[in-house]
């Protein structure tokens, strides 16, 4: 699964070979920063035509600037999306559609992690579960088409370690009771949950969307401040002790290594529907990509067929019928 690339250190850095994509439309969302602008550097390279689905366009032109620097033969463009908001989506799914082009990559990578304070999306809900689950959610309906078009698309959705201690409780998804971890990890959970449950219903469906999820372990992004600053809030201890782990070598990996499960998920032949990939290190925090450990919670078929009804009633989206 992995190669060892040169290194000026004893210890190996992992990679993967990227099989040739030029002719591929992939659509990566948060893809001016973090994991989303490595994971879009990537495939642009590999040849695949990548469509930046950010909501900061100003950031997301500086980002496309890089990135043709970077690759002057990288095929990239932006477009505006806004996954806490249900009209931004729909528009960005219709201007999409009317252009017509199958799209064989969709990267359900954009998320907000941990804001102190409860917030909500455009739509009234919570905003890591509106933005994290329901607004890929929707996003993925609205492209549905065009995935399908593609007649053997894939669709990756990025989870987080912090799944394994989320919970589903139906009696308070938009987190009235709000707690900064657990609303992140209930998103977190919900998305992989309904990673598996699209494959399942594309399986069925005969769809030809392989849907595979992700985490990236442990690794150092802007994720870990913008969500603890949402807002201007202060997170001053919290934002010194994250600063002080990362100093830990062990423990934390870049962006260049953490983009790799999803990368894995995306265009290796052998990543399995229904899949869930991560660092094949101790815990799971760094390392090659290897098949993840699921969360117990996420296995409950009953739950996830209960959270995509729910989903579609939130979002007023609707899949096909299986």
Do not use: C
Request: glycine letters at 12%.
């Amino acid at each position: 699964m992995t190669k060892t690339a040169p290194a000026s250190t004893s210890k190996p850095i992992p990679d993967i070979q990227v099989p040739d994509l030029h002719g591929q439309l992939a659509v990566v969302t948060g893809a001016n920063s973090g994991l989303g602008f490595g994971l879009t550097g990537r495939l642009a390279r590999a040849g695949a035509e990548v469509i930046l689905a950010v909501r900061n366009e100003e950031k997301g032109a500086a980002a496309v600037k890089l990135l043709n620097e970077q690759s002057p033969e990288a095929s990239v463009s932006i477009r505006h999306l806004d996954l806490a908001s249900l009209s931004s989506i729909a528009g960005f799914g219709e201007e999409l559609r009317n252009e017509g082009r199958p799209i064989d990559i969709l990267l359900n990578n954009a998320g907000l992690m941990m804001p102190p304070v409860r917030d909500e999306t455009e739509d009234g809900f919570e905003l890591q579960f509106g933005t994290n689950h329901l607004g890929h959610f929707a996003l993925t309906a609205h492209l549905l088409p065009l995935l399908r078009a593609a007649g053997t698309s894939r669709v990756v959705s990025l989870s987080s370690l912090i799944a394994r201690g989320g919970h589903l409780d139906f009696t308070d998804l938009q987190g009235l009771r709000y707690r900064a971890h657990r609303a992140y990890g209930l998103s977190k959970l919900a998305t992989l949950m309904f990673a598996r449950e699209l494959n399942r219903r594309s399986v069925v469906g005969s769809w030809g969307v392989r849907s595979v999820a992700a985490h990236p372990g442990a690794t150092v992004t802007n994720l870990q401040i913008s969500g603890p600053t949402h807002n201007g809030a202060s997170a001053r201890i919290f934002l010194a002790a994250n600063e002080a782990s990362h100093r830990i070598g062990w423990m934390w990996q870049q962006v260049d290594q953490g983009i790799l499960p999803a990368l894995y998920a995306a265009t290796n032949p052998a990543a399995a529907g229904g899949g869930y990939y991560g660092p094949g290190g101790f815990g799971e925090l760094t390392g090659a990509p290897a098949p993840a450990r699921l969360p117990k919670r996420s296995l409950d078929e009953a739950d996830a067929r209960r959270l995509w009804s729910v989903s579609e009633k939130l979002t007023g989206v609707t899949y096909p019928a299986v």
